[in-house]
């Protein structure tokens, strides 16, 4: 019914930047909050940054500075702006939504995209 696909995902030298997007499709009445996870090998999920319905941000504390949460609510996307990277952000990110779905907005569900490759080389 719903799918989230993230794309952007890549080969980067440490310094540089990568821009993700992740669009969301299917039977959607609305997208509330938004935001960003990522997992290394070896370790676990973690939040990078999360938008609210509003507009309102928040970032994990080693993001902060570096990484740049938004969304264009006209096509149902989010956008991870990613500055200086560092090999240490080398991860899967994944895409993650509160989204209200049927044609009077009765069922909300948090989804997943299925993840874009970040690596950032030394």
């Known amino acids: 019914q719903v799918q989230l696909v993230e794309s952007g995902g890549g080969l980067v030298q440490a310094g540089g930047s990568l821009r993700l997007s992740c669009a969301a499709s299917?039977?959607?009445?609305?997208?509330?909050?938004m935001g960003w996870y990522r997992q290394a090998p070896g370790k676990q999920r973690e939040l990078v940054a999360h938008i609210g319905s509003g507009g309102s941000t928040n970032y994990a504390d080693s993001m902060k500075g570096r990484f740049t949460i938004s969304r264009d609510n006209a096509k149902n996307t989010v956008f991870l702006q990613m500055n200086s990277l560092k090999p240490e952000d080398t991860a899967v990110y994944y895409c993650?939504?509160?989204?209200?779905?049927?044609?009077?907005?009765?069922?909300?569900?948090?989804?997943w995209g299925q993840g874009t490759q970040v690596t950032v080389s030394s």
């Open positions: 299917g039977n959607i009445f609305s997208i509330n909050d």
């Open positions: 993650n939504a509160g989204i209200t779905t049927g044609q009077f907005g009765v069922k909300t569900a948090r989804y």
